[in-house]
């Protein structure tokens, strides 16, 4: 960004010593590089433009060097401090910290869920795949979110797990849909926590959050809701006998789906 700056800066200086065509030139930059900033000052104006412009058309230019000096002073010094923080408050680090915690256990449960399902006297293969294949997305999205703490300039601070279950049969709805339900109401709260992390952005202005839920998170929170709903419609009509078997083999044969 300092180099850019620094470019438009000599470009206005080549301009200074320029004839007058120069000042149709300083007109064209001027917009580019000027900002409400109070770092604008108009003094210096003069010694930017050409020598036969006595009052420039808009009086006022950018002047890098002086602006980034404060900037400058703010470059911690400190080694445990981090030194690409800017504008990341404490309450959106929290809570991203937090938001790390939900995928950890939704994560957990489903590879609860994968165990199970795998067991020899269960053996419902497909949905062992499934819970596995979703488990290890949760924990991606565990990291990605740690990678943006640490791209931010947070700290990753780990909390503890909750125990999961490990028996996921229900004497009515049998095991398949149970399970399902289960996934299902946890994506819902994972989508609740989600719009909490963003209303959270929100509130501190911190645009660059908002923006990273919305294009990483968001929208394929609620496309997990919508397939793990159809799954449990399904579940529904099959009962609990044969066509539990023929669900699974559905989920078997199908790619790259995960809760
Ligand atoms: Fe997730
Ligand atoms: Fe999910």
């Given at each position: 960004m300092l180099l850019r700056?620094?470019?438009?800066?000599?470009?206005?200086?080549?301009?200074?010593?320029a004839n007058a065509n120069a000042n149709a030139n300083a007109d064209h930059v001027l917009p580019l590089i000027n900002s409400?900033?109070?770092?604008?000052?108009?003094?210096?104006?003069?010694?930017?433009?050409?020598?036969?412009?006595?009052?420039?058309v808009t009086g006022v230019v950018f002047e890098p060097f002086e602006e980034v000096k404060k900037e400058l002073d703010l470059v911690p010094t400190l080694p445990e401090a981090s030194?690409?923080?800017?504008?990341?408050?404490?309450?959106?680090?929290?809570?991203?910290n937090e938001q790390i915690n939900v995928e950890y256990n939704v994560s957990y449960v489903y590879h609860a869920m994968f165990?199970?399902?795998?067991?020899?006297?269960?053996?419902?293969k497909g949905l062992a795949k499934f819970f596995k294949?979703?488990?290890?997305?949760?924990?991606?999205?565990?990291?990605?979110?740690?990678e943006y703490q640490n791209k931010r300039g947070g700290k990753v601070k780990l909390q503890s797990i909750v125990l999961p279950f490990s028996e996921f049969d229900h004497e009515e709805k049998g095991?398949?849909?149970?399970a399902m339900e289960l996934a299902l109401s946890l994506e819902k709260?994972?989508?609740?926590?989600?719009?909490?992390l963003h209303s959270v952005a929100s509130e501190n202005n911190?645009?660059?959050?908002?923006?990273?839920?919305?294009?990483?998170?968001?929208?394929?929170?609620?496309?997990?809701?919508?397939k793990i709903s159809e799954y449990v419609a399904q579940l529904r009509r099959v009962g609990k006998g044969h066509g539990v078997w023929h669900f699974d083999q559905m989920l078997l044969h199908e790619e790259g789906v995960t809760a």
């Open positions: 700056t620094a470019s438009s800066f000599s470009l206005l200086n080549l301009n200074a010593n409400s900033s109070s770092a604008i000052r108009c003094s210096r104006a003069k010694s930017f433009v050409p020598s036969a412009t006595k009052d420039p030194l690409a923080r800017q504008k990341y408050t404490h309450e959106c680090e929290a809570v991203i165990a199970y399902f795998d067991r020899d006297n269960v053996a419902l294949e979703s488990s290890e997305e949760e924990r991606e999205h565990a990291e990605k979110l740690m095991d398949a849909l149970y709260l994972t989508n609740e926590k989600l719009l909490k911190d645009v660059q959050l908002t923006d990273f839920i919305e294009s990483e998170f968001l929208g394929e929170q609620v496309e997990a809701i919508k």
